[in-house]
Protein backbone atom coordinates (compact mmCIF):
# COMPACT_ATOMS: atom_id res chain seq x y z
CA UNK A 1 0.00 0.00 0.00
CA UNK A 2 1.00 3.51 -0.72
CA UNK A 3 2.40 5.16 2.82
CA UNK A 4 0.93 7.93 4.48
CA UNK A 5 2.09 11.60 3.95
CA UNK A 6 3.58 11.59 7.10
CA UNK A 7 5.89 8.66 6.45
CA UNK A 8 6.97 10.46 3.78
CA UNK A 9 7.37 13.73 5.41
CA UNK A 10 9.45 11.94 8.14
CA UNK A 11 11.89 10.31 5.19
CA UNK A 12 12.36 13.89 4.07
CA UNK A 13 13.44 15.20 7.03
CA UNK A 14 15.64 12.02 8.03
CA UNK A 15 17.18 13.14 4.34
CA UNK A 16 17.87 16.63 5.41
CA UNK A 17 19.48 15.81 9.01
CA UNK A 18 21.85 13.41 6.91
CA UNK A 19 23.31 15.48 4.63
CA UNK A 20 25.94 16.88 6.89
CA UNK A 21 23.76 19.41 8.81
CA UNK A 22 25.78 20.27 12.00
CA UNK A 23 23.62 19.68 15.50
CA UNK A 24 23.51 23.04 16.40
CA UNK A 25 21.67 24.25 13.01
CA UNK A 26 18.30 25.86 14.38
CA UNK A 27 16.95 25.41 11.30
CA UNK A 28 17.80 22.48 9.53
CA UNK A 29 18.58 20.54 12.75
CA UNK A 30 16.33 18.13 14.90
CA UNK A 31 13.64 19.64 16.50
CA UNK A 32 14.65 23.41 14.69
CA UNK A 33 12.53 25.69 12.68
CA UNK A 34 12.04 23.24 9.73
CA UNK A 35 10.67 20.66 12.08
CA UNK A 36 7.95 23.02 13.11
CA UNK A 37 6.90 23.95 9.37
CA UNK A 38 7.12 20.04 8.38
CA UNK A 39 4.59 19.11 11.23
CA UNK A 40 1.93 22.08 10.51
CA UNK A 41 2.76 21.43 6.34
CA UNK A 42 1.69 17.85 6.92
CA UNK A 43 -1.44 18.95 8.57
CA UNK A 44 -2.26 21.15 6.23
CA UNK A 45 -1.82 18.60 3.35
CA UNK A 46 -4.20 16.37 5.35
CA UNK A 47 -6.54 19.05 6.47
CA UNK A 48 -6.39 22.43 4.13
CA UNK A 49 -8.43 20.45 1.29
CA UNK A 50 -11.59 20.91 3.73
CA UNK A 51 -10.62 23.95 5.62
CA UNK A 52 -9.55 27.17 3.50
CA UNK A 53 -8.61 28.62 6.86
CA UNK A 54 -5.86 26.12 6.48
CA UNK A 55 -4.44 26.98 2.86
CA UNK A 56 -2.14 30.10 4.31
CA UNK A 57 1.78 29.99 3.78
CA UNK A 58 2.19 31.63 7.56
CA UNK A 59 3.45 29.13 10.26
CA UNK A 60 2.09 31.25 13.00
CA UNK A 61 -1.42 31.19 11.40
CA UNK A 62 -1.75 27.87 10.85
CA UNK A 63 -0.85 26.84 14.09
CA UNK A 64 -3.54 29.11 15.19
CA UNK A 65 -6.45 27.60 13.33
CA UNK A 66 -5.00 23.83 13.76
CA UNK A 67 -5.41 24.92 17.23
CA UNK A 68 -9.20 26.45 16.60
CA UNK A 69 -10.02 23.24 14.98
CA UNK A 70 -9.09 21.37 17.41
CA UNK A 71 -6.54 19.29 15.02
CA UNK A 72 -3.17 20.44 17.42
CA UNK A 73 -4.24 21.21 21.19
CA UNK A 74 -4.07 24.18 22.29
CA UNK A 75 -1.72 23.61 24.60
CA UNK A 76 1.11 21.77 22.29
CA UNK A 77 0.18 24.68 19.85
CA UNK A 78 0.63 27.51 21.94
CA UNK A 79 4.49 25.55 23.17
CA UNK A 80 5.09 25.17 18.99
CA UNK A 81 4.07 29.05 18.72
CA UNK A 82 6.71 30.01 21.60
CA UNK A 83 9.32 27.37 19.94
CA UNK A 84 9.00 28.98 16.78
CA UNK A 85 8.98 32.46 17.19
CA UNK A 86 12.18 31.89 19.35
CA UNK A 87 14.35 29.89 16.77
CA UNK A 88 13.12 33.03 14.44
CA UNK A 89 14.52 35.32 16.50
CA UNK A 90 17.54 33.58 17.55
CA UNK A 91 18.05 33.07 13.22
CA UNK A 92 17.74 36.73 12.94
CA UNK A 93 20.50 37.31 15.89
CA UNK A 94 22.67 35.30 14.16
CA UNK A 95 22.68 37.20 10.82
CA UNK A 96 23.48 40.08 12.34
CA UNK A 97 26.06 39.07 14.48
CA UNK A 98 27.87 37.30 11.27
CA UNK A 99 27.07 39.74 8.42
CA UNK A 100 25.70 36.78 6.52
CA UNK A 101 22.60 34.08 6.53
CA UNK A 102 23.51 31.38 8.71
CA UNK A 103 21.31 29.14 10.84
CA UNK A 104 24.37 27.54 13.05
CA UNK A 105 24.57 28.27 16.65
CA UNK A 106 28.28 29.57 17.50
CA UNK A 107 30.73 27.35 18.73
CA UNK A 108 33.34 29.56 20.40
CA UNK A 109 32.90 30.48 24.30
CA UNK A 110 32.65 34.42 23.36
CA UNK A 111 30.40 34.29 20.08
CA UNK A 112 28.02 32.17 22.63
CA UNK A 113 28.08 34.84 25.36
CA UNK A 114 27.15 37.64 23.16
CA UNK A 115 24.39 35.81 21.49
CA UNK A 116 22.92 34.91 24.87
CA UNK A 117 23.42 38.47 26.41
CA UNK A 118 21.47 40.11 22.94
CA UNK A 119 18.62 37.42 23.65
CA UNK A 120 18.36 38.48 27.29
CA UNK A 121 19.74 35.39 28.81
CA UNK A 122 22.34 35.80 32.35
CA UNK A 123 25.13 33.32 30.76
CA UNK A 124 25.52 30.83 27.60
CA UNK A 125 24.51 28.11 29.51
CA UNK A 126 21.18 29.07 30.38
CA UNK A 127 20.74 29.87 26.65
CA UNK A 128 21.98 26.65 25.63
CA UNK A 129 19.19 24.49 28.03
CA UNK A 130 16.75 27.23 26.65
CA UNK A 131 17.35 25.75 23.41
CA UNK A 132 17.65 22.10 24.13
CA UNK A 133 14.51 22.27 25.97
CA UNK A 134 12.34 23.88 23.11
CA UNK A 135 14.45 21.83 20.38
CA UNK A 136 13.60 18.59 22.67
CA UNK A 137 9.83 19.37 23.02
CA UNK A 138 9.66 20.18 18.99
CA UNK A 139 10.82 16.45 18.10
CA UNK A 140 8.92 14.79 20.65
CA UNK A 141 5.76 16.26 18.57
CA UNK A 142 7.51 15.91 14.84
CA UNK A 143 7.89 11.88 15.73
CA UNK A 144 5.17 11.75 17.39
CA UNK A 145 2.91 12.94 14.34
CA UNK A 146 5.66 11.52 11.56
CA UNK A 147 6.25 8.17 13.02
CA UNK A 148 3.97 5.13 11.47
CA UNK A 149 0.95 3.55 12.64
CA UNK A 150 2.42 0.35 11.16
CA UNK A 151 3.23 -3.22 12.72
CA UNK A 152 7.34 -3.10 13.36
CA UNK A 153 8.16 -6.19 11.53
CA UNK A 154 6.88 -4.02 8.04
CA UNK A 155 9.67 -1.78 8.41
CA UNK A 156 12.50 -4.04 9.12
CA UNK A 157 15.41 -4.58 6.63
CA UNK A 158 15.70 -2.76 2.86
CA UNK A 159 13.00 -3.81 0.42
CA UNK A 160 14.27 -5.13 -2.56
CA UNK A 161 12.10 -4.35 -5.66
CA UNK A 162 9.79 -7.47 -7.33
CA UNK A 163 10.97 -6.67 -10.55
CA UNK A 164 14.94 -5.49 -11.22
CA UNK A 165 15.68 -2.37 -13.40
CA UNK A 166 17.47 -4.57 -15.85
CA UNK A 167 14.51 -6.46 -16.39
CA UNK A 168 12.42 -4.18 -17.21
CA UNK A 169 15.42 -2.64 -20.26
CA UNK A 170 15.85 -6.25 -21.76
CA UNK A 171 13.50 -5.32 -24.70
CA UNK A 172 14.54 -1.80 -25.05
CA UNK A 173 17.67 -2.73 -27.46
CA UNK A 174 19.62 0.19 -26.47
CA UNK A 175 23.08 0.19 -26.58
CA UNK A 176 24.34 -1.55 -23.23
CA UNK A 177 26.37 1.71 -21.64
CA UNK A 178 22.82 3.60 -22.29
CA UNK A 179 21.19 0.85 -19.97
CA UNK A 180 23.74 0.66 -17.92
CA UNK A 181 23.09 4.71 -16.89
CA UNK A 182 19.46 4.10 -16.68
CA UNK A 183 19.99 1.24 -14.41
CA UNK A 184 22.17 3.37 -12.58
CA UNK A 185 19.73 6.81 -12.02
CA UNK A 186 17.27 4.62 -10.47
CA UNK A 187 19.07 2.19 -8.71
CA UNK A 188 21.16 5.03 -6.81
CA UNK A 189 17.99 7.42 -6.25
CA UNK A 190 16.19 4.99 -4.92
CA UNK A 191 18.60 3.52 -2.55
CA UNK A 192 16.59 4.40 0.47
CA UNK A 193 14.18 2.35 2.34
CA UNK A 194 11.43 4.64 1.78
CA UNK A 195 12.14 4.96 -1.64
CA UNK A 196 12.98 1.85 -2.37
CA UNK A 197 9.00 0.97 -1.84
CA UNK A 198 8.06 3.75 -3.80
CA UNK A 199 10.21 1.98 -6.78
CA UNK A 200 8.39 -1.14 -6.19
CA UNK A 201 5.42 0.32 -6.58
CA UNK A 202 6.10 2.13 -9.78
CA UNK A 203 7.97 -0.98 -11.53
CA UNK A 204 4.97 -3.49 -10.51
CA UNK A 205 3.00 -1.09 -12.72
CA UNK A 206 3.91 -1.11 -16.97
CA UNK A 207 2.35 2.93 -17.25
CA UNK A 208 4.79 4.01 -14.44
CA UNK A 209 7.88 1.65 -15.46
CA UNK A 210 7.64 3.28 -19.03
CA UNK A 211 7.63 7.21 -17.48
CA UNK A 212 10.27 6.04 -14.75
CA UNK A 213 12.44 4.67 -17.36
CA UNK A 214 11.99 7.75 -19.82
CA UNK A 215 12.78 9.67 -17.32
CA UNK A 216 16.06 8.23 -16.09
CA UNK A 217 16.99 8.36 -19.94
CA UNK A 218 16.90 11.67 -20.28
CA UNK A 219 16.50 13.50 -16.99
CA UNK A 220 18.96 13.18 -14.54
CA UNK A 221 17.92 16.40 -12.93
CA UNK A 222 14.83 14.85 -12.51
CA UNK A 223 16.05 11.42 -11.22
CA UNK A 224 17.82 13.86 -8.38
CA UNK A 225 14.37 15.62 -7.71
CA UNK A 226 12.07 12.72 -7.21
CA UNK A 227 13.76 10.70 -4.61
CA UNK A 228 14.39 13.67 -2.85
CA UNK A 229 10.94 14.75 -2.59
CA UNK A 230 8.96 11.79 -1.27
CA UNK A 231 5.55 13.42 -1.50
CA UNK A 232 6.32 13.87 -5.07
CA UNK A 233 7.01 10.72 -6.05
CA UNK A 234 4.21 9.31 -3.71
CA UNK A 235 1.49 11.57 -5.72
CA UNK A 236 2.97 10.42 -9.30
CA UNK A 237 2.98 6.83 -8.27
CA UNK A 238 -0.58 6.84 -6.63
CA UNK A 239 -2.21 9.37 -8.86
CA UNK A 240 -0.44 8.92 -12.01
CA UNK A 241 -3.48 9.58 -14.13
CA UNK A 242 -4.45 12.58 -13.22
CA UNK A 243 -1.47 13.76 -12.76
CA UNK A 244 0.40 13.06 -15.74
CA UNK A 245 -2.33 12.35 -18.05
CA UNK A 246 -3.77 16.01 -18.14
CA UNK A 247 -2.08 19.49 -18.57
CA UNK A 248 -3.71 21.09 -15.75
CA UNK A 249 -1.83 21.40 -12.47
CA UNK A 250 -1.77 19.17 -9.38
CA UNK A 251 -0.62 19.81 -5.86
CA UNK A 252 -3.41 22.81 -5.33
CA UNK A 253 -2.95 22.90 -1.25
CA UNK A 254 0.36 23.56 -1.74
CA UNK A 255 -0.12 26.36 -3.54
CA UNK A 256 -0.46 29.02 -0.30
CA UNK A 257 1.22 26.72 2.58
CA UNK A 258 4.24 26.21 0.23
CA UNK A 259 4.36 28.10 -3.21
CA UNK A 260 8.12 27.18 -3.97
CA UNK A 261 7.23 23.07 -3.24
CA UNK A 262 4.06 23.89 -5.31
CA UNK A 263 6.01 25.13 -8.49
CA UNK A 264 8.74 23.13 -8.25
CA UNK A 265 5.85 19.58 -8.21
CA UNK A 266 4.33 21.03 -11.04
CA UNK A 267 7.21 21.92 -12.96
CA UNK A 268 8.42 18.45 -12.23
CA UNK A 269 4.94 16.73 -13.25
CA UNK A 270 5.32 18.17 -16.79
CA UNK A 271 9.19 17.81 -17.07
CA UNK A 272 7.94 13.86 -16.36
CA UNK A 273 4.94 14.30 -19.41
CA UNK A 274 7.39 15.50 -21.56
CA UNK A 275 10.34 12.80 -21.12
CA UNK A 276 7.64 10.17 -21.61
CA UNK A 277 6.42 11.29 -24.56
CA UNK A 278 3.05 13.00 -23.21
CA UNK A 279 3.18 16.25 -23.49
CA UNK A 280 4.52 17.98 -26.96
CA UNK A 281 6.84 21.20 -26.54
CA UNK A 282 4.43 23.27 -27.48
CA UNK A 283 2.54 21.71 -24.04
CA UNK A 284 5.36 22.19 -22.05
CA UNK A 285 5.82 25.61 -23.40
CA UNK A 286 1.78 26.46 -22.69
CA UNK A 287 2.42 24.10 -19.13
CA UNK A 288 5.11 25.99 -17.55
CA UNK A 289 3.49 29.46 -18.73
CA UNK A 290 0.51 28.97 -17.21
CA UNK A 291 2.64 27.79 -14.12
CA UNK A 292 4.43 30.81 -14.14
CA UNK A 293 1.72 33.38 -15.10
CA UNK A 294 0.17 32.07 -11.63
CA UNK A 295 3.30 32.17 -9.33
CA UNK A 296 3.15 35.35 -10.56
CA UNK A 297 0.09 36.55 -9.42
CA UNK A 298 0.32 34.69 -6.23
CA UNK A 299 3.75 36.67 -5.44
CA UNK A 300 1.88 40.15 -6.55
CA UNK A 301 -0.70 39.75 -4.80
CA UNK A 302 0.92 39.54 -1.62
CA UNK A 303 2.85 42.76 -2.76
CA UNK A 304 -0.31 44.52 -3.34
CA UNK A 305 -3.57 43.00 -2.97
CA UNK A 306 -5.78 45.76 -5.29
CA UNK A 307 -3.32 46.96 -7.99
CA UNK A 308 -4.32 50.30 -8.97
CA UNK A 309 -2.32 52.34 -11.55
CA UNK A 310 0.35 49.84 -12.27
CA UNK A 311 0.39 46.79 -14.41
CA UNK A 312 2.97 44.06 -15.15
CA UNK A 313 3.83 43.60 -18.93
CA UNK A 314 5.38 39.98 -19.64
CA UNK A 315 8.38 39.93 -22.21
CA UNK A 316 10.59 37.15 -24.01
CA UNK A 317 9.25 33.35 -23.63
CA UNK A 318 6.90 34.47 -20.53
CA UNK A 319 5.27 36.88 -22.83
CA UNK A 320 4.97 34.99 -25.89
CA UNK A 321 3.91 31.42 -23.84
CA UNK A 322 6.91 29.50 -24.74
CA UNK A 323 8.46 29.01 -21.68
CA UNK A 324 10.78 26.11 -21.16
CA UNK A 325 12.91 24.67 -18.28
CA UNK A 326 14.83 27.42 -16.44
CA UNK A 327 13.42 29.99 -18.46
CA UNK A 328 13.78 33.68 -17.12
CA UNK A 329 10.45 35.32 -16.39
CA UNK A 330 10.65 38.78 -18.01
CA UNK A 331 8.95 41.59 -16.98
CA UNK A 332 8.38 45.48 -17.04
CA UNK A 333 6.32 47.31 -14.42
CA UNK A 334 4.03 50.59 -15.99
CA UNK A 335 2.48 52.72 -13.69
CA UNK A 336 0.65 55.60 -14.40
CA UNK A 337 1.12 58.54 -11.96
CA UNK A 338 -2.11 60.28 -11.90
CA UNK A 339 -3.30 57.23 -9.65
CA UNK A 340 -0.05 55.55 -8.66
CA UNK A 341 3.15 57.49 -7.02
CA UNK A 342 6.99 56.55 -8.19
CA UNK A 343 7.85 54.95 -4.88
CA UNK A 344 5.13 53.00 -4.55
CA UNK A 345 5.36 51.32 -8.04
CA UNK A 346 9.47 50.79 -7.15
CA UNK A 347 8.06 49.12 -4.20
CA UNK A 348 5.70 46.85 -5.63
CA UNK A 349 8.45 46.00 -8.56
CA UNK A 350 10.78 45.75 -5.73
CA UNK A 351 8.91 43.30 -3.63
CA UNK A 352 7.91 40.93 -6.33
CA UNK A 353 11.85 40.30 -7.59
CA UNK A 354 12.15 40.05 -4.06
CA UNK A 355 9.12 37.06 -3.34
CA UNK A 356 9.84 35.65 -6.70
CA UNK A 357 13.83 35.25 -6.50
CA UNK A 358 14.76 35.28 -2.43
CA UNK A 359 15.88 32.10 -0.79
CA UNK A 360 14.96 29.24 -2.65
CA UNK A 361 14.25 30.73 -5.77
CA UNK A 362 10.70 30.70 -7.85
CA UNK A 363 12.21 32.12 -10.54
CA UNK A 364 15.29 34.32 -11.84
CA UNK A 365 13.28 37.94 -12.63
CA UNK A 366 14.66 40.01 -15.34
CA UNK A 367 13.46 43.74 -15.43
CA UNK A 368 16.24 44.43 -18.47
CA UNK A 369 14.01 44.84 -21.17
CA UNK A 370 12.63 48.14 -19.94
CA UNK A 371 13.81 51.12 -21.35
CA UNK A 372 17.25 52.15 -20.41
CA UNK A 373 17.58 48.99 -19.35
CA UNK A 374 19.49 48.67 -16.04
CA UNK A 375 19.75 51.99 -15.65
CA UNK A 376 16.99 53.04 -14.88
CA UNK A 377 14.39 52.47 -12.16
CA UNK A 378 12.60 49.19 -11.65
CA UNK A 379 9.51 51.09 -12.84
CA UNK A 380 8.95 53.02 -15.97
CA UNK A 381 6.27 55.49 -16.09
CA UNK A 382 3.35 55.44 -18.53
CA UNK A 383 3.94 59.07 -20.23
CA UNK A 384 7.83 57.99 -20.15
CA UNK A 385 7.28 54.76 -22.08
CA UNK A 386 5.34 56.26 -24.74
CA UNK A 387 8.38 59.42 -25.18
CA UNK A 388 11.18 56.60 -25.34
CA UNK A 389 9.00 54.16 -27.90
CA UNK A 390 8.23 57.23 -30.11
CA UNK A 391 11.90 59.07 -29.86
CA UNK A 392 14.54 56.77 -28.71
CA UNK A 393 13.96 52.92 -29.09
CA UNK A 394 16.40 50.61 -31.03
CA UNK A 395 14.73 48.19 -33.36
CA UNK A 396 16.46 45.01 -31.02
CA UNK A 397 13.44 46.12 -28.06
CA UNK A 398 10.76 47.23 -30.72
CA UNK A 399 11.41 43.00 -31.51
CA UNK A 400 11.55 42.22 -28.04
CA UNK A 401 8.27 43.66 -27.41
CA UNK A 402 6.57 42.03 -29.85
CA UNK A 403 6.00 39.39 -27.24
CA UNK A 404 4.53 42.36 -24.76
CA UNK A 405 1.04 41.24 -23.23
CA UNK A 406 -0.12 41.57 -19.61
CA UNK A 407 0.01 39.58 -16.87
CA UNK A 408 -1.05 41.60 -13.83
CA UNK A 409 -2.27 44.40 -12.37
CA UNK A 410 -4.71 47.48 -13.12
CA UNK A 411 -6.79 46.01 -16.04
CA UNK A 412 -7.56 49.38 -17.75
CA UNK A 413 -4.06 50.73 -17.34
CA UNK A 414 -2.45 47.14 -18.73
CA UNK A 415 -5.10 47.62 -21.92
CA UNK A 416 -4.03 51.05 -22.50
CA UNK A 417 -0.21 50.29 -22.37
CA UNK A 418 -0.53 47.25 -24.52
CA UNK A 419 -2.16 49.60 -27.43
CA UNK A 420 0.47 52.23 -26.91
CA UNK A 421 3.30 49.87 -26.94
CA UNK A 422 1.79 47.81 -30.41
CA UNK A 423 1.08 51.29 -31.97
CA UNK A 424 4.39 52.85 -31.30
CA UNK A 425 6.35 49.84 -32.09
CA UNK A 426 4.67 48.51 -35.49
CA UNK A 427 6.81 49.38 -38.75
CA UNK A 428 9.58 47.70 -40.71
CA UNK A 429 12.82 48.09 -39.45
CA UNK A 430 15.14 50.06 -41.58
CA UNK A 431 17.76 47.68 -43.60
CA UNK A 432 16.21 44.76 -42.01
CA UNK A 433 18.42 42.20 -43.41
CA UNK A 434 21.59 43.65 -42.40
CA UNK A 435 20.64 44.61 -38.76
CA UNK A 436 19.31 41.36 -38.22
CA UNK A 437 22.09 39.74 -39.84
CA UNK A 438 24.80 41.75 -37.78
CA UNK A 439 22.82 40.88 -34.44
CA UNK A 440 23.46 37.16 -34.94
CA UNK A 441 26.62 37.36 -35.97
CA UNK A 442 27.58 39.58 -32.78
CA UNK A 443 25.30 37.21 -30.84
CA UNK A 444 27.35 33.77 -32.13
CA UNK A 445 30.68 35.59 -31.52
CA UNK A 446 30.06 36.86 -27.94
CA UNK A 447 28.74 33.37 -26.87
CA UNK A 448 30.02 30.43 -29.22
CA UNK A 449 33.61 29.29 -28.48
CA UNK A 450 34.90 26.81 -31.12
CA UNK A 451 33.28 23.72 -32.39
CA UNK A 452 30.33 24.02 -29.72
CA UNK A 453 27.11 23.62 -30.60
CA UNK A 454 24.87 26.61 -29.10
CA UNK A 455 21.19 25.62 -30.20
CA UNK A 456 20.30 28.71 -29.32
CA UNK A 457 22.83 31.18 -31.26
CA UNK A 458 25.11 28.97 -33.36
CA UNK A 459 23.96 29.49 -37.05
CA UNK A 460 20.91 27.86 -38.03
CA UNK A 461 19.62 28.32 -34.05
CA UNK A 462 16.42 29.33 -32.20
CA UNK A 463 17.77 32.87 -32.45
CA UNK A 464 17.57 32.43 -36.31
CA UNK A 465 13.95 31.54 -36.03
CA UNK A 466 12.98 34.40 -33.50
CA UNK A 467 13.80 36.63 -34.75
CA UNK A 468 12.28 36.36 -38.25
CA UNK A 469 9.20 36.14 -35.92
CA UNK A 470 9.86 39.25 -34.10
CA UNK A 471 10.75 41.14 -36.88
CA UNK A 472 7.87 39.78 -39.42
CA UNK A 473 5.68 40.72 -36.30
CA UNK A 474 6.44 44.25 -36.41
CA UNK A 475 4.16 44.36 -39.67
CA UNK A 476 1.13 44.30 -38.11
CA UNK A 477 0.01 44.83 -34.60
CA UNK A 478 -2.70 41.78 -34.54
CA UNK A 479 0.79 39.03 -34.40
CA UNK A 480 2.23 41.26 -31.39
CA UNK A 481 1.61 38.69 -27.88
CA UNK A 482 1.89 35.67 -29.71
CA UNK A 483 3.86 32.61 -29.99
CA UNK A 484 6.88 32.33 -32.38
CA UNK A 485 4.96 29.56 -33.87
CA UNK A 486 1.65 31.54 -34.38
CA UNK A 487 3.27 34.48 -35.94
CA UNK A 488 5.13 31.97 -38.66
CA UNK A 489 1.24 30.27 -39.72
CA UNK A 490 0.17 33.46 -40.00
CA UNK A 491 3.04 34.72 -42.09
CA UNK A 492 2.85 31.53 -44.27
CA UNK A 493 -1.49 32.21 -44.79
CA UNK A 494 -0.63 35.88 -45.72
CA UNK A 495 2.12 34.65 -47.94
CA UNK A 496 4.78 36.78 -46.41
CA UNK A 497 6.79 33.59 -46.38
CA UNK A 498 6.86 30.94 -48.53
CA UNK A 499 5.13 27.14 -47.49
CA UNK A 500 8.61 25.75 -47.42
CA UNK A 501 10.12 28.00 -45.66
CA UNK A 502 7.35 28.57 -43.25
CA UNK A 503 7.42 24.95 -42.88
CA UNK A 504 11.81 24.19 -42.20
CA UNK A 505 11.59 27.04 -39.86
CA UNK A 506 8.73 25.72 -37.87
CA UNK A 507 10.00 22.31 -37.96
CA UNK A 508 13.36 23.32 -36.95
CA UNK A 509 12.33 25.71 -33.94
CA UNK A 510 10.29 22.66 -32.81
CA UNK A 511 13.31 20.49 -32.75
CA UNK A 512 16.25 22.68 -31.76
CA UNK A 513 13.49 23.22 -28.44
CA UNK A 514 12.87 20.15 -28.10
CA UNK A 515 16.55 19.38 -27.76
CA UNK A 516 17.52 22.69 -25.72
CA UNK A 517 14.64 21.50 -22.85
CA UNK A 518 16.24 17.55 -22.61
CA UNK A 519 19.82 19.76 -22.52
CA UNK A 520 18.73 21.66 -19.47
CA UNK A 521 16.91 18.27 -18.14
CA UNK A 522 20.32 16.86 -17.88
CA UNK A 523 22.80 19.76 -16.90
CA UNK A 524 22.48 23.92 -15.94
CA UNK A 525 18.96 25.16 -16.57
CA UNK A 526 20.12 27.78 -18.39
CA UNK A 527 22.01 25.74 -20.80
CA UNK A 528 21.39 25.67 -24.95
CA UNK A 529 25.06 23.22 -25.42
CA UNK A 530 25.24 19.83 -26.03
CA UNK A 531 27.11 18.41 -23.15
CA UNK A 532 30.50 17.71 -23.25
CA UNK A 533 29.90 13.92 -21.57
CA UNK A 534 29.57 11.72 -24.61
CA UNK A 535 27.55 9.33 -22.65
CA UNK A 536 25.21 12.06 -21.73
CA UNK A 537 24.92 12.52 -25.52
CA UNK A 538 23.95 9.07 -26.81
CA UNK A 539 21.28 8.88 -24.08
CA UNK A 540 19.29 12.26 -25.79
CA UNK A 541 19.97 10.71 -29.20
CA UNK A 542 18.34 7.12 -27.89
CA UNK A 543 15.56 9.13 -26.13
CA UNK A 544 14.67 10.80 -30.03
CA UNK A 545 14.78 7.31 -31.08
CA UNK A 546 18.58 7.30 -32.48
CA UNK A 547 20.86 4.44 -31.71
CA UNK A 548 24.10 6.42 -32.02
CA UNK A 549 25.34 9.66 -30.92
CA UNK A 550 26.58 10.09 -34.67
CA UNK A 551 23.20 9.83 -36.72
CA UNK A 552 21.82 12.57 -34.23
CA UNK A 553 24.52 14.64 -34.54
CA UNK A 554 23.85 14.34 -38.49
CA UNK A 555 20.24 15.35 -38.16
CA UNK A 556 20.42 17.95 -35.71
CA UNK A 557 23.13 19.76 -38.16
CA UNK A 558 21.33 18.99 -41.00
CA UNK A 559 18.23 20.90 -39.29
CA UNK A 560 20.47 23.54 -38.59
CA UNK A 561 21.64 24.06 -41.99
CA UNK A 562 17.90 23.97 -43.27
CA UNK A 563 17.16 26.61 -40.36
CA UNK A 564 19.75 28.80 -41.37
CA UNK A 565 19.10 28.59 -45.04
CA UNK A 566 14.96 29.38 -43.98
CA UNK A 567 16.52 32.38 -41.89
CA UNK A 568 18.34 33.72 -45.25
CA UNK A 569 15.48 33.51 -47.38
CA UNK A 570 13.23 34.46 -44.57
CA UNK A 571 14.84 38.37 -44.80
CA UNK A 572 13.68 39.04 -48.52
CA UNK A 573 10.28 39.18 -46.54
CA UNK A 574 11.52 41.59 -43.61
CA UNK A 575 13.77 43.30 -46.27
CA UNK A 576 12.96 43.15 -49.98
CA UNK A 577 16.05 44.59 -50.37
CA UNK A 578 17.85 41.71 -49.36
CA UNK A 579 19.21 40.07 -52.26
CA UNK A 580 20.59 36.28 -52.35
CA UNK A 581 24.14 37.31 -51.44
CA UNK A 582 22.50 37.62 -47.57
Known amino acids: AIRSPWEEIAAMKRAIEQEGVAEGNIKLGAGGIRDVEFLVQGLQLLYAGNDPALRTGHTLRALARLSETGLLPSSVADRLRTAYEFFRTVEHRLQLLHGRQTHQLPETAEENRVLARKLGFPTANA ?33 TPTISTAAILADRHWPPEVQQVVCQRIESGFSSEPSHRLLDLALRNARHREWLVRTALAGAQMMERLPAEPLLMESLVGNAVELLGRSAPGWHSLKEADLRRYRLYNETRTAVRFLAGSASVAAVERELTALAEEVVHMVAGRVESQPRGIVLLALGKFGGGEMGFGSDVDLVAVFDEQTCSRPSAEKVARELAKGLSLDAPLYKVDFRLRPEGKNSPLAVEIGYLRSYLKERAEPWERMALTRCRMVWGDRALGSQTVRIVRSLIHGPIPRAAGYLLAMRNVMQRQRVRGKVIDLKVSAGGIADVEFIAQALALRRPGLMGKSTDAVLRACVSRRWISKSVGTDLRSGLAALRRLEMLVRLNGPTSASTLP ?42 VDPRAGKSS
Not at 127 to 143: C, E, I, S, W
Not at 535 to 558: I, S
Request: hydrophobic share 35%; net charge positive; aromatic share 8%.
Open 127 to 159: FRNHVGRLRKFVRAQFVSFSTPRVPSDSLGGKA
Open 532 to 573: SDMLTRTCLAVHQGFMREGDHHRELAATMRATRKAFRDSLRS
